[in-house]
């Protein structure tokens, strides 16, 4: 009995507000327009893709097993190697001057850990900013 009472409460409350809303056209239109264009702006005009994030590289290894790695990571299209360091001096420079968005290190030592059965520690820098 108690149930019944309680859903008959709740749809009066619910024609009430249907009513009122039909009366007033502006709070109707706000219900209805707002969450639609939230759905259309995140449905389709946000891209939350990550693509073509410019890096730089400094390879110490100069081996052909980092040229293989850097040739791999850009081949995924989420970055994109624009330009080349002899040291990580420069590196930080481009990355502070926003002319790149992280930073590739390979270690000379890096190819013998990856041989080795010690794990391997690849670096980046790396720096967040919002454009």
């Known amino acids: ?28 239109a706000m219900v209805v327009m707002i969450p639609l264009i939230q759905l259309i702006l995140f449905g389709y005009a946000i891209n939350t893709n990550v693509k073509d994030i410019p890096v730089a590289v400094v390879d110490h290894s100069k081996t052909a097993l980092s040229r293989i790695l850097v040739q791999t990571v850009s081949a995924t299209n ?12 420069q590196a930080q420079t481009a990355i502070a001057s926003a002319k790149v968005r992280a930073v590739f290190l390979y270690l000379t030592m890096w190819q013998t850990d990856l041989l080795s059965t010690q794990p391997l520690v ?10």
């Not at 859903?7 to 009430?16: C, E, P, Q, T």
């Not at 009513?19 to 007033?24: E, F, I, T, Y």
Request: no cysteine; charged share 30%.
């Open 78 to 89: 989420v970055v994109k190697v624009t330009d080349y360091y002899d040291s990580i001096e």
């Open 122 to 131: 690849l670096v980046y820098l790396m720096v967040v900013m919002s454009r």
């Open 1 to 28: 009995m108690k149930i019944i009472t309680s859903l008959s409460r709740i749809k009066a409350i619910v024609s009430k507000e249907l009513l009122q809303l039909r009366r007033d056209r502006m709070t109707f």
